[in-house]
């Protein structure tokens, strides 16, 4: 009866202690938050909008296993019930046992005590018998041999044979990374269900773009624009993507906040080092189903793809929205956004740049001098389409392959050419346009000005273009000479710029010449010259030839 008793009071106990234990086990449960939106940018930050219903645990806190990396100041947490008020997010690294597989001799010497094994160390010639005893500071090992307790560094160990079956799981301390969102304890009550979300920017995800253009030859375009979206930041599962065009500035893109331990940040491939909840403030945007294909899974660090010389901060902000994506982390997609057809024209161009003073480059090396010679050693005419864009969407910088009737033409560089605008797509060197250019200096006037006590020389150049088309067809030319000077005169219905004049410095509209820096530019160099250009669009017939001249001048001391 008292044995009867005793086990009748014993599952009493378990009866009553089992909510306590299904608490404390509840305690452990981490719950996920899927990712819902992705607006990606093209430098490689993405704005995340996590959102979703998850239960309490007994403390009535909600506790995530995901921990972002935002950029400093961008991580905003947020509860849409109004019962559930959020009053703290807390960020934390908790120590938790997990079993692993022995994955090293050490870890195996470690769960084997007891064993009898058959040891070769690499300065015996035989094995023999012995009983593991323990590890020590993972260095040596304990041995009980026939002759006594023996202690072997681990590194002289060359074999080891275990005469019965080894454990082979070992119980590792990890380090998890936790979010907790707590709410006010009297308006949510633990094993509650809670709708939360939070979003963050952070670096991880981007996007590129490239073209596909094929021409008709009768002056029509069509375009088509994909995109690879390259993700290692978060898995995602029919999300809405947003692909933006232009980057907005981040002032602290490179400061961590302080809601992530800086210790953990992810790795990230060397290219990252760059009715819409998370779009609202993009207008203009269009939807397309997403056409996607998953591309295996892979590695925690991986490459990104190439980086593309831009000025993308300069882009205004437009926004593709692709609906369904799903995409893993560590995974790619190649996806087609949008295709329209927009007109262009054929021109040939032919850009003479400008080079230093003649005076100068008497102080340049051979090198320099021959540098110099190849850059204006036989100027070339280039043939490329000029697009008008009067579709919906901006041409946006990137990579541009053109065809023509199902034919490769070309790979060039897709320049951000606004909704209205034109720009120029390269297609090949025109060599049946010849270019042959010349120039002679015609005088010298010595102190043709006077400043701030100083005498000035003035030096009259005159240049000369000759161009002849081969082409089968009348080809329609723009023709630019670059001067370091003032152009004063040129033929023909050509026209005249000068580019900055005075202190306030040069404009340059490709970047500044590979050569700039070879010269020491005088303190009154910029207070007489600038850059000149003479320009001339012309229509030359088949076979035809034609001449075209300018003059300019330039000041020296």
């Not at 019962?83 to 010497?109: G, P, R, Y």
Request: net charge neutral; proline share 5%; with cysteine.
């Amino acid at each position: 009866m008292e044995k009867f008793k005793a086990t009748l009071s014993a599952l009493v106990l378990a009866l009553l202690t089992m909510p306590l234990l299904a608490q404390a086990k509840a305690e452990q449960i981490y719950s996920k938050l899927p990712a819902k939106e992705v607006t990606i940018f093209k430098n490689g930050y993405s704005f995340v909008l996590h959102e979703g219903t998850v239960q309490t645990n007994s403390k009535g806190n909600v506790v995530l296993d995901q921990l972002p990396q935002p950029i400093m100041g961008a991580f905003w947490a947020y509860s849409t019930q109004s019962n559930a008020k959020l009053t703290c997010v807390i960020s934390s690294q908790d120590k938790e046992q997990t079993k692993a597989t022995a994955a090293s001799l050490t870890d195996l010497l470690k769960v084997n005590p007891h064993r009898q094994v058959l040891i070769k160390e690499h300065s015996r010639q035989q094995h023999y018998q012995a009983t593991l005893i323990k590890l020590l500071d993972k260095q040596l090992v304990l041995a009980k041999l026939a002759e006594g307790t023996k202690a072997i560094p681990i590194g002289q160990i060359q074999t080891i044979t275990f005469l019965e079956d080894p454990c082979d799981s070992i119980t590792k301390t990890v380090t998890k990374e936790t979010l907790t969102l707590k709410f006010d304890q009297q308006t949510e009550e633990p094993g509650s269900q809670v709708h939360v979300g939070m979003a963050y920017i952070q670096k991880g995800m981007r996007w590129i773009p490239n073209y596909r253009v094929e021409i008709d030859g009768q002056g029509n375009a069509l375009i088509k624009l994909q995109g690879t979206i390259i993700n290692e930041l978060a898995d995602l599962q029919d999300v809405t993507a947003h692909l933006v065009i232009g980057v907005p500035r981040f002032a602290f893109k490179d400061t961590p906040d302080p809601i992530s331990f800086q210790e953990t940040i992810a790795q990230l491939s060397h290219h990252f080092n760059p009715n819409s909840a998370t779009a609202y403030a993009f207008s203009n945007a269009i939807r397309t189903q997403a056409r996607h294909a998953e591309m295996g899974s892979g590695q925690p660090v991986m490459d990104s793809g190439p980086q593309l010389d831009t000025s993308e901060a300069t882009e205004d902000l437009f926004v593709f929205d692709l609906n369904h994506v799903t995409l893993k982390k560590g995974q790619r997609m190649v996806i087609p956004i949008v295709e329209y057809t927009i007109p262009y024209t054929d021109i040939y161009t032919v850009d003479l740049p400008f080079a230093p003073p003649l005076e100068m480059r008497r102080k340049f090396n051979t090198e320099q001098h021959l540098k110099l010679a190849r850059l204006f050693h036989a100027p070339k005419a280039i043939h490329k389409i000029r697009l008008k864009n009067d579709a919906e969407y901006p041409l946006t910088t990137a990579p541009a392959t053109i065809f023509k009737n199902a034919r490769v033409l070309a790979q060039g560089m897709m320049t951000y050419t606004s909704i209205g605008g034109t720009g120029d797509l390269e297609i090949t060197t025109a060599v049946n346009i010849t270019v042959k250019n010349s120039e002679t200096q015609v005088k010298t006037t010595p102190d043709a000005v006077k400043w701030n006590g100083d005498t000035f020389a003035k030096v009259d150049m005159m240049g000369t273009i000759d161009l002849t088309n081969l082409c089968s067809k009348p080809v329609v030319l723009h023709v630019k000479r670059s001067v370091l000077g003032n152009v004063d005169e040129v033929t023909g219905e050509g026209t005249i710029r000068q580019l900055g004049h005075g202190y306030d410095g040069y404009v340059f509209e490709s970047g500044v010449p590979f050569w700039w820096n070879w010269c020491r530019w005088p303190w009154w160099w910029y207070r007489f010259n600038s850059i000149g250009q003479a320009e001339w669009k012309i229509e030359l017939g088949h076979k035809e030839h034609i001449k075209l001249q300018y003059n300019w001048h330039y000041f020296w001391t």
